[in-house]
């Protein structure tokens, strides 16, 4: 349902408003609205997904989770998308989007509902990037134990920090 309504609903809503802008202003006016917003959105999605990357970067570099970065890199995204579309209502929500307030205010509103879960990886927790390198290897000592008694599995090893 929610597919019907965007990929149907939707165009035939801008479609009968562009027809109804066009009478109004020309259809002139509204084509040149239509490509201006194009052209200009896609020139403030670059820029600003660039300056979004940039900070997902850095916060990540610090050991930080980027959520808000993340999440106003989905909305310039989504933004981008909704620009290219041709229709003034998809427009205005692209342009909101593009917005770094309302962008803000969606975050605080969502932010409490989304969940960003940092993976089981050591880059959040640990700062100094150490890389430790060593070998494994696995004896089986089952075949002398009764199949009953369960015993955890326990790596036991060196390792040698090379700074």
Request: glycine letters at 8%.
């Amino acid at each position: 349902m929610p597919l019907f309504l965007v990929f149907i609903i939707v165009p035939l809503i801008e479609l009968m408003l562009l027809i109804e802008v066009g009478g109004i202003i020309g259809s002139g006016w509204t084509f040149l609205i239509i490509i201006a917003t194009a052209i200009i959105g896609t020139k403030l999605v670059k820029q600003q997904g660039l300056q979004t990357w940039s900070k997902i970067q850095q916060e990540m570099a610090t050991g930080q989770l980027p959520a808000q970065s993340l999440f106003d890199g989905i909305c310039i995204l989504i933004s981008g998308i909704l620009l290219i579309t041709p229709g003034l209502i998809t427009d205005v929500i692209g342009m909101l989007l593009l917005t770094p307030a309302f962008r803000t205010l969606a975050y605080t509103q969502l932010g409490s509902k989304i969940k960003f879960k940092a993976a089981s990886s050591a880059h959040f927790h640990q700062q100094n990037h150490s890389t430790y390198d060593g070998e494994f290897s696995h004896t089986d000592q089952s075949q002398n134990k009764n199949l009953s008694d369960h015993q955890p599995n326990t790596l036991d090893g060196e390792f040698e920090r090379k700074d």
